[in-house]
């Protein structure tokens, strides 16, 4: 068998299995389907856009996702040392300016002489070539039908949405303060208060603003519009992403809307958990009566766009190869992971099992007590309702008889003790 493997997408999940092939002798060819087209979410002709949040989620080791990092740190991630470099502040997670991210790992993937980057769409998928397919979560609907003739699916996609990222210089300052809740970080992130009146306002003409599209359906629970989370009810925005609780020094607001930092500059900034479906101009009459943002300057407008993923379940064993293709391993969000930093993580794990396969070594999965290795059992656990997982300790074994507190960190300390032995074991 030629020591190659072609991998599609250059989202994060195909850059890191790039990445990783190559360090491992093996040449790559990697498609990327940009500039010759770009799905609604794409606008970089760059690997690696980032396009839904600039935050890759917390690096505490008392959280899923800081445990998850951590296992990539062990697993020698190369997409996960170069987030670091370009991060911006927020708190105790890791934000990064997406435009310096997405360029240093393209320099990083044409800086490897053995990765090939054809740009071609792919609308067919060889199964007999060793192949990873990470073109989610916006695939082009050839490779759509592609999979779906490989996996025998009906239906692939859900929908997602993406927030809004407006100027810094738009933000009234008078009515805004910087501040973590709980005082979980250096007050990295801005927020906007609103009083009850103001908030019923707001909240009101959020419901009846007019979408892109007006009946969505399968909306992923994780990164739901915040019109759909505010049609459950009047105070659904207050116990989810407006939730005025957590800051010592504000008085009490009825509801706050915190604001992220976009890039190193604090030029931009995110609205943390406002992902939207709204038409361009309601975005902007509705987020302006927010008191702070009465201004409103958006840069880049929430999207709504498909969400690609297979029926994992029923298409992958658990090493990540579809079940009738064991040639073909499907990563990122396309198997049915719903994260930056879990799509990197199975991008890492099936580019690690097919270079096993090129050395006559049987394939692997981390042990179920990792955040990784329990993913890929949720993924292909039969489930009748499948919807995509994020990292969280409720997909661990469970670790009874302690204290909540005491319990995350021994979640953590069991993850990072087996993932280590692991390392270990598939080494020797």
């Given at each position: ?7 599609i ?5 195909g ?24 799905s609604?979410a ?8 980032i396009?839904c ?11 899923a ?30 934000a990064?300016?997406r435009?310096?991210?997405?360029d ?5 993937v ?7 980057i ?5 609308t ?5 070539d ?13 490779l759509a ?15 997602d949405?993406?927030?809004p ?14 501040g973590?809740r ?5 007050a ?5 208060p ?11 003409a ?7 599209v007006?009946e969505?359906g ?6 739901m ?16 992403p ?6 010592r ?7 706050v809307?915190q ?16 992902q ?23 840069v880049?407008?929430g999207?709504?766009h ?13 090493d ?10 499907i ?6 992971v ?55 300790f ?6 009874t008889?302690?204290?909540k ?5 021994r979640y953590?300390?069991t993850?990072?003790s ?5 390392v270990?074991?598939?080494?020797s």
């Amino acid at each position: 068998m030629m020591r190659r493997v072609n991998i599609i997408g250059g989202g994060l999940a195909g850059c890191e299995a790039a990445l990783r092939l190559s360090d491992a002798g093996i040449n790559v060819r990697l498609y990327e389907a940009k500039p010759l087209w770009y799905s609604p979410a794409h606008k970089s002709g760059n690997l690696a856009e980032i396009v839904c949040s600039n935050s890759l989620k917390s690096m505490l080791p008392s959280t899923a996702s800081g445990t998850l990092k951590n296992e990539l740190d062990v697993l020698g991630c190369k997409l996960l040392g170069i987030a670091k470099n370009v991060s911006v502040p927020a708190g105790s997670a890791l934000a990064v300016d997406r435009d310096k991210f997405s360029d240093a790992v393209t320099r990083e993937v044409l800086s490897r002489k053995n990765i090939e980057i054809k740009n071609e769409i792919v609308t067919d998928i060889d199964v007999d070539d060793l192949t990873i397919v990470c073109a989610g979560p916006v695939c082009h609907d050839g490779l759509a039908r592609a999979l779906m003739k490989i996996t025998g699916e009906q239906s692939l996609h859900f929908f997602d949405a993406a927030a809004p990222i407006i100027t810094a210089e738009c933000i009234d300052m008078d009515r805004a303060f910087f501040g973590a809740r709980y005082g979980k970080g250096d007050a990295d992130y801005l927020n906007c208060p609103m009083n009850k009146q103001e908030y019923l306002a707001f909240y009101d003409a959020l419901v009846h603003a007019e979408r892109v599209v007006d009946e969505v359906g399968g909306v992923f629970e994780g990164c739901m519009p915040v019109e759909i989370m505010a049609a459950r009810g009047e105070d659904a925005l207050r116990y989810g992403p407006l939730r005025p609780v957590g800051f010592r020094d504000a008085g009490k607001p009825y509801a706050v809307l915190q604001l992220r930092r976009e890039n190193t500059e604090s030029s931009l900034f995110n609205l943390v958990g406002f992902q939207t479906n709204l038409k361009y101009g309601e975005q902007k009459k509705v987020f302006s009566m927010i008191p702070a943002l009465e201004n409103i300057e958006i840069v880049r407008y929430g999207v709504m766009h498909r969400n690609t993923f297979i029926n994992a379940p029923a298409a992958l064993d658990r090493d990540l190869r579809l079940k009738n293709a064991p040639a073909v391993f499907i990563a990122g969000q396309l198997c049915g992971v719903e994260g930056y930093v879990e799509s990197i993580a199975t991008g890492l794990l099936a580019a690690e099992n097919a270079a096993r396969i090129l050395s006559g070594k049987n394939t692997a999965t981390p042990p179920r007590e990792t955040i990784l290795g329990a993913l890929c059992v949720y993924i292909t656990t039969p489930n009748a309702n499948f919807q995509p997982m994020n990292a969280n300790f409720g997909i661990l074994p469970p670790i009874t008889g302690v204290k909540k507190a005491e319990r995350k960190q021994r979640y953590f300390e069991t993850s990072d003790s087996a993932i280590r032995g692991w390392v270990k074991d598939i080494t020797s």
